[in-house]
């Protein structure tokens, strides 16, 4: 007999829920994320030279809020787990020729769900944090391919996308 599928956040009734991880094993769980930041010539000039802009290290400060937003996550997602987290790492990749700005993050846990969206609520705010601090030279800046790109552990094991 065929089940439909059918989102792990909806209830039999259709209602929403939060996922009941009670009888879920803790077990060490990393998930790694990446958004890309597309700017003009002059406004990524602006940003990989702090000495030329009055806004300072703009890839510090994102930094520092990709880190704050994994930490809070749960705070703006309203039926995600909050859940101790063990690492978060932010790496920024510059594309000087096409004038980007990779942004990846990797979050560790050991707990009884993932960090997926950690991970790539970290990037996100990164991302918007680049747009905040560059917007002065350019209101165009484009925020894009905010993704997972690999998670390990937990009982759906691991998965990574072709990038």
């Not at 009055?54 to 990709?66: D, M």
């Not at 747009?131 to 998965?159: F, H, P, Q």
Request: aromatic share 4%; hydrophobic share 40%; glycine share 4%.
């Amino acid at each position: 007999m065929f089940l439909p599928k059918k989102f792990s956040h909806l209830n039999q009734d259709g209602q929403v829920q939060i996922v009941n991880i009670t009888s879920k094993d803790a077990t060490h769980r990393i998930a790694v994320a990446k958004s890309r930041i597309n700017m003009s010539s002059e406004a990524y000039e602006l940003l990989t030279h702090p000495e030329k802009n009055n806004k300072g290290e703009v890839l510090n400060t994102a930094r520092i809020a990709a880190i704050q937003a994994a930490k809070r996550c749960s705070d703006l997602i309203p039926l995600c787990h909050s859940l101790p987290i063990n690492f978060i790492d932010i790496k920024f990749q510059l594309n000087n020729e096409m004038h980007s700005i990779e942004v990846i993050s990797q979050c560790e846990t050991n707990y009884k769900t993932g960090v997926e969206m950690e991970a790539m609520m970290a990037c996100s705010i990164a991302a918007l944090t680049i747009y905040d601090m560059c917007k002065s030279e350019d209101k165009a800046i484009i925020i894009e391919d905010i993704r997972l790109i690999k998670k390990i552990g937990g009982k759906s094991g691991n998965w990574s996308c072709e990038s």
